[in-house]
């Protein structure tokens, strides 16, 4: 059963307010056979909705033979024991459902490390709620003050078992951090050590299209799966410009609204192609009638990562999948810098490129260069990171014309020593 309340400035603007719902429950396996939706003034704070809601829901469970109930909200620990208690279900929040799903889509050691510290820090608040009914056990104390909390050495096996485990998930949280803050300085020292490339990254909403992209622009053969956080795991690779100019094209993983702190906070070094990258590219699924709340989810999640700032350009994506095209209309409108795409069929990928090309050459400087004529292994340097302009011969030795990043200027300058830098700029 999928259940939402609707609070006073939170209408969805998806005609269906549980669509999103409903897609992140198929994706975790779920089969759903109903659903309940309340608009009310404000949250109930023992359940959450309202009392009689929570009777009717647990009517309809019942006779729907339902035995998980998922709402599209973040409840509290205690909310979700008391509508346990009432519906007789296990109940699961938003955060909850999307932690699941990317422990099924975590394939790398990275990512499963990264979901499992998620997980830990979502469920170590909850603990206490799992073992309330043997905290009841008192003490020999009877109702003195000190019985009153179980006395002393006589506490009882719940609050014991509570302990351990915290201490059990404290300790395995310590661990985890550990590994991750290992694991997160070499892909830091990765990420940073392409500062001589042009480095693009694709962000966007889950399912939006960005791994399409990815294989339409670089042929990577990425997996695509029409599915919520089909890709976990950032993929880097070479993407030829044209021109004789390239940049590194890394895809990362989807957004969602109302992201779990937990897991932005995980995959921040996942996330770090994004907050190093010369340019984003915002992938948005123009076909979708809630694309305006879902880019500006986006944009909340850049901006809590810092790169609200960072150059951007919005694509808007899936135009082959438009049954109104007044939609594109409407957004161009409102967004006019944007460039209408389909990552599907190539339309409009044209205008992208011409985008991207202007933005690398307006990093690049005009250098003459000599080199010796047999030094064959710099030449071929030359051709790989920058756009030969010109070359030709002149007293015995090459004189090369390039438009060159000035980081890979002086990388190249000092690789090889018979390249000599005679005009910059």
């Known amino acids: 059963m999928l259940v939402a309340l609707l609070l006073p400035g939170s209408e969805p603007e998806h005609p269906h307010p549980l669509a999103e719902l409903l897609a992140l429950a198929t994706t975790a396996g779920a089969r759903v056979v109903g659903h309940l939706l309340q608009r009310a003034g404000k949250i109930n704070p023992a359940c959450y909705i309202g009392r009689g809601k929570a009777e009717q829901l647990a009517r309809e469970a019942q006779a729907n033979d339902a035995d998980v109930i998922i709402f599209d909200n973040d409840l509290s620990p205690a909310q979700i024991r008391e509508l346990e208690r009432i519906t007789d279900c296990k109940v699961v929040d938003r955060s909850e459902l999307?932690?699941?799903?990317?422990?099924t889509r975590a394939r790398t050691h990275?990512?499963?490390?990264?979901?499992?510290?998620?997980?830990?820090?979502?469920?170590?608040?909850?603990?206490?709620?799992?073992?309330?009914?043997?905290?009841?056990?008192?003490?020999?104390?009877?109702?003195?003050?000190?019985?009153?909390?179980?006395?002393?050495?006589?506490?009882?096996?719940?609050?014991?078992?509570?302990?351990i485990d915290r201490r059990l998930v404290q300790n395995r949280l310590t661990a985890l951090r550990r590994?991750?803050?290992r694991i997160d300085r070499r892909k830091l020292r990765e990420v940073r050590s392409r500062g001589e490339c042009f480095t693009v990254s694709i962000v966007g909403y889950t399912n939006s299209g960005k791994s399409t992209l990815m294989n339409a622009l670089t042929g990577a053969h990425v997996k695509v799966e029409d599915k919520l956080f089909a890709t976990l795991d950032t993929r880097t690779r070479q993407w030829a410009l044209g021109q004789g100019i390239s940049s590194l094209l890394s895809d990362t993983v989807g957004f969602v609204r109302d992201l779990p702190h937990h897991l932005i906070a995980s995959f921040r070094a996942t996330l770090e192609e994004a907050i190093n990258a010369d340019l984003l590219l915002h992938v948005a699924d123009v076909s979708n009638p809630a694309v305006e709340r879902q880019i500006k989810a986006v944009e909340r999640v850049l901006d809590e990562l810092g790169c609200a700032d960072k150059p951007t350009v919005l694509l808007l994506n899936k135009t082959d999948a438009l049954d109104d095209p007044s939609m594109l209309?409407?957004?161009?409108?409102?967004?006019p810098e944007a460039i209408p795409v389909s990552a599907k069929t190539?339309?409009?990928l044209h205008l992208l490129i011409e985008d991207v090309l202007g933005r690398v050459r307006a990093q690049r400087v005009c250098a003459e260069v000599l080199i010796d004529c047999d030094d064959g292994a710099a030449l071929s340097a030359l051709h790989?990171?920058?756009?030969?302009?010109e070359q030709r011969v002149a007293d015995?030795?090459?004189?090369?014309?390039?438009?060159?990043?000035?980081?890979?200027?002086?990388?190249l300058s000092e690789m090889y020593t018979g390249m000599q830098i005679v005009r910059r700029g």
């Open 98 to 103: 999307i932690l699941d799903i990317f422990a």
């Open 110 to 163: 990275q990512a499963r490390l990264q979901v499992e510290r998620a997980q830990l820090e979502y469920t170590a608040p909850r603990l206490r709620g799992m073992w309330t009914h043997l905290e009841r056990i008192a003490g020999v104390g009877g109702a003195t003050q000190a019985g009153s909390v179980g006395g002393i050495g006589t506490r009882g096996p719940g609050e014991r078992q509570i302990e």
């Open 179 to 181: 590994e991750l803050t």
């Open 329 to 335: 209309q409407v957004l161009r409108a409102s967004r």
């Open 346 to 348: 190539g339309e409009g």
């Open 384 to 389: 790989r990171d920058a756009q030969v302009i």
């Open 396 to 411: 015995s030795r090459l004189h090369v014309k390039v438009a060159i990043a000035p980081a890979n200027l002086d990388r």
